[in-house]
C-alpha cells in the first residue's frame, strides 16, 4: 500500500469522525404533552421534572393537526415560587407547529418551571407540546 492511499484513507477516517463530533447538537426538546383538548378553561401540564431554561433560546412549541391562527392560543409558565410568566407567540413554521416563549427570550436561568399552562379561544386539540431550548451554535 502507497502512502498516498495510506494519507486517503487516514483522511476520509479522520474526516467523518470530525463530521461526527461537530455535528453534534446542544439543542433539544422535551415532550411535556401528548394529544389534549383545550379550550376557554386553562390546561395545566406538568412535566415530571421541573423545566429548566439552560440554552440560548427556549419556547413552548404547540405541534397541531390542523393550522390555526398564532392568536388562538394563550400559554403561561409557572415556577417553582409561583411566579406566572405569559408567553408570547414566537413563530410558527408550515407544519402546524406553534412557538412561545417569553418577551426578548428573557427567560430567567436561575429558576425552574413546573407548570406549563394553555388555553385557546375555540376548542382545538393538540397533537403534541414539547419544550425545546436551542442553542446558539445550532443555528451557526
Same mark, same amino acid.
Given at each position: 500500500?502507497?502512502? &498516498? =492511499?495510506?494519507?486517503?484513507?487516514?483522511?476520509?477516517?479522520? +474526516?467523518? *469522525? *470530525?463530521?461526527?463530533?461537530?455535528? &453534534?447538537?446542544?439543542? $433539544? +426538546?422535551?415532550?411535556?404533552?401528548?394529544? *389534549?383538548?383545550?379550550?376557554?378553561?386553562?390546561?395545566?401540564?406538568?412535566?415530571?421534572?421541573?423545566?429548566?431554561?439552560?440554552k440560548?433560546?427556549?419556547?413552548?412549541?404547540?405541534?397541531?393537526d390542523?393550522?390555526?391562527?398564532? +392568536?388562538?392560543? @394563550?400559554?403561561?409558565?409557572?415556577?417553582l @415560587?409561583? /411566579?406566572?410568566?405569559?408567553?408570547? $407567540?414566537?413563530?410558527?413554521?408550515m407544519?402546524? +407547529?406553534? &412557538?412561545?416563549?417569553? /418577551? /426578548? /427570550?428573557?427567560?430567567?436561568?436561575?429558576? *425552574?418551571? &413546573?407548570?406549563? =399552562?394553555? =388555553?385557546?379561544?375555540?376548542?382545538?386539540?393538540?397533537?403534541?407540546? $414539547?419544550?425545546?431550548?436551542?442553542?446558539?451554535n445550532?443555528?451557526?
Amino acid at each position: 500500500m502507497t502512502i &498516498k =492511499k495510506v494519507l486517503f484513507i487516514f483522511g476520509c477516517i479522520l +474526516s467523518f *469522525l *470530525l463530521q461526527g463530533a461537530c455535528s &453534534k447538537k446542544e439543542s $433539544y +426538546s422535551i415532550k411535556i404533552s401528548d394529544s *389534549l383538548i383545550v379550550g376557554n378553561e386553562w390546561v395545566e401540564i406538568t412535566p415530571p421534572t421541573p423545566l429548566k431554561p439552560d440554552k440560548d433560546w427556549q419556547f413552548i412549541i404547540i405541534e397541531l393537526d390542523e393550522k390555526t391562527d398564532e +392568536s388562538t392560543f @394563550e400559554v403561561e409558565l409557572v415556577d417553582l @415560587e409561583n /411566579n406566572l410568566f405569559t408567553l408570547r $407567540y414566537g413563530g410558527g413554521s408550515m407544519s402546524s +407547529s406553534i &412557538k412561545y416563549t417569553l /418577551n /426578548n /427570550n428573557s427567560f430567567p436561568q436561575d429558576r *425552574l418551571y &413546573k407548570t406549563v =399552562k394553555i =388555553k385557546a379561544k375555540r376548542e382545538i386539540k393538540i397533537a403534541e407540546v $414539547y419544550w425545546k431550548c436551542e442553542a446558539l451554535n445550532d443555528r451557526l
